[in-house]
C-alpha cells in the first residue's frame, strides 16, 4: 500500500520543530522512521504532517559518564552499538543492539526512536525498564523528565504528548560488580523475539528480569530472593515461575501462549546463568 497523503516540514532546529508540533496536533516526528515508515505505508497512521528532524545534528550524540550513557533523538543504533565508551559504561547496550533487527535498519534506526515507539516486543525498551531510565521531552512549553515507569502505558502507546519530542534517553550505570545478560529467540535473527529476557545480577542483593515480546509493555520482576543462595536449577525455575505471575504470554500466528510461557522459564533460566556468570567474571571463559 502507498501512504495516505501528507506534507513534510524539515526544520533546522529543535524550536523549529516544536513550534511545528505545536500548531499541528496529529504530526508525526520522523528520526530514523524504520516504524514509521511501514505504519504510515500501511495506513495504520495518517498524520497531515511528518516533521523530519534529521537536520538537527544536535540530536545525534551517544554521551557516557559515570552515571550512565546519554543517547540523543538522533543517535543510530549502530552509534551506540559501536561507541567503546558506552560500552564500557553500561554493557548492556551493547549486548542488546546486537540482537536488534539487522545491520540496515540498525544504520537508520535510532535508539530513542525503538523506545518511544512503545512496542513491548523492542529489546530497547525492556532495556530502558530494567535499567530504571528516563527519557527527556521537550515540547514549546518547556523540558520534563519522564520516569520509564511512567513512559509506558499500554500497547504500542506512550504518556508523550502530541506536542512533544522525545530528545534524550539515559541508561543509568550500575553498581560494580553487576552482571548483565540478554537472551532471546527469534525465528531467524533479526526478526522480533517470540520471547526475550535481559537481566541484572548483583550476587548477594539484587536480582532483577525485564520481560519483551510476552507481555503488554515492558515488564521488570525482582526475582532477588529466588536465587539469593545462588543460580541453582531450583532457584531458577523459581524465578521463572515468578516473573510468570506478572507475564501475559500471547497466542499468535508465531506462537502459543504455552510455548512462550515455556521460553520465560528456558530464558530466564539462560539469562540468569549468564549474568551471573559476567558478574564473577566467568562470562566467556
Known sequence: MKPAPFEIVRPASLEEALEALAANPDAKVLAGGQSLVPLLSMRLAAPRLLVDINGIGALAYVRASEDGVHVGALARHTDVLQDEAAAKVQPLLRKALRLVAHPTIRNRGTTLGSIVHADASAEMPAVL?????????????????????????????????????????????????????????????????????????RPGSTARVAYFSVCDVPTVVDVSSSVADGPTDEALADAAEQALHHLDPPEDIHATADYRRQLVRVLTARALTAAFADASGEEGR
Open 129 to 201: 525498564a530494567l535499567l530504571d531510565g528516563h527519557v527527556t521531552v521537550a515540547s514549546a512549553g518547556g523540558r520534563r523528565e519522564v520516569p520509564v515507569a511512567e513512559l509506558y502505558v499500554g500497547p504500542m502507546e506512550s504518556s508523550l504528548r502530541p506536542d512533544e519530542v522525545a530528545v534524550e534517553a539515559f541508561f543509568p550505570a550500575l553498581p560494580a560488580g553487576t552482571g548483565t545478560a540478554v537472551e532471546e529467540i527469534a525465528r531467524r535473527h533479526g526478526d522480533y523475539a517470540l520471547c526475550g529476557v535481559a537481566a541484572t545480577v
